[in-house]
């Protein structure tokens, strides 16, 4: 089983806004997200990262236009998920599954790109953000003008997959694929429903840790950082714990990436924009 990742977008924050005893200088973090080559899934998406739809789109709300404005994304036109999966030999229609690691912009935006896909995500959170008002789900980073409308119809949920318990060196989670080789594990403190993604089929397990830092080196070093990340986190207080429980997954030896950790990695694809000289 073969996966990539590629980059959809920069974006520019303090590193110590992002480390505990981070310097003012500027990070370009990535903006990642997958793609599973599942023998029998067929292409499978992990998430879809930062697309028009969330910067420029026409059905953004007042909220989303001032997130966009503060966060000043820059997009990365040869990485962006249909030119990625052109790369590959793919069309959008060939997707036809999505998992969706947590609902924040970054990782939905391109969702409606995919009309024959089924979303794998968590059924709770979803059930959640069904519940609350628009002005409650900014809060949480939900912008519901960013999902398919027919987004409900399509959920396959996260509750409906088998559990696998934790055994001394593999985490537990729910197994989306029932051949173990993808285990959804979660991962709380970052965004309501938020799970990683567990492949223990390849010669180092590696767990792909979406959002649980920013950097690697705060995860690493136990540098998570204070305010105001706290403020914009779920649950600030499960951060380290979550942090810990990947600590000791690395000590065990094995592999983590994070979403928009800066420094390439060897799953990361590198395409070059034609359009650009
Ligand atoms: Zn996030």
Known sequence: MKIVFAN?????????LILRGGSWRSVRLRVRYGLIFHPSEGPVLIDTGYTPEALTGERRGRMLRLYGALLKPELNAAEQVLPVLKHFGLSQDEIRTVIVTHFH?????????????????????????????PRQNWRHGVFVELFPPDFDARLDGLSSK?????????????????????????????????????????????????????LLTALIESRTPGFPATLIAEDARAIEPTSAMLRRFVAAGGDVMLCHDPAPTSYDVTLSDPEAG
């Open 8 to 16: 959809s977008a920069w974006v520019n924050a303090a590193e110590r």
């Open 105 to 133: 912009a970054d990782h939905i935006s391109g969702l409606s790109l995919f009309p024959k896909a089924r979303f794998i995500a968590s059924d709770a959170a979803w059930a959640r953000v069904k519940a609350r008002t």
């Open 162 to 214: 088998p559990r696998i318990e934790a055994r001394d060196d593999v985490l537990g989670g729910a197994d989306l694929f029932g051949d173990g080789s993808v285990i959804a594990v979660d991962l709380p403190g970052h965004a309501d429903g938020q799970f990683g993604l567990l492949f223990a089929g390849l010669e180092r397990h590696l767990l792909y840790a979406v959002d649980v830092q920013w």
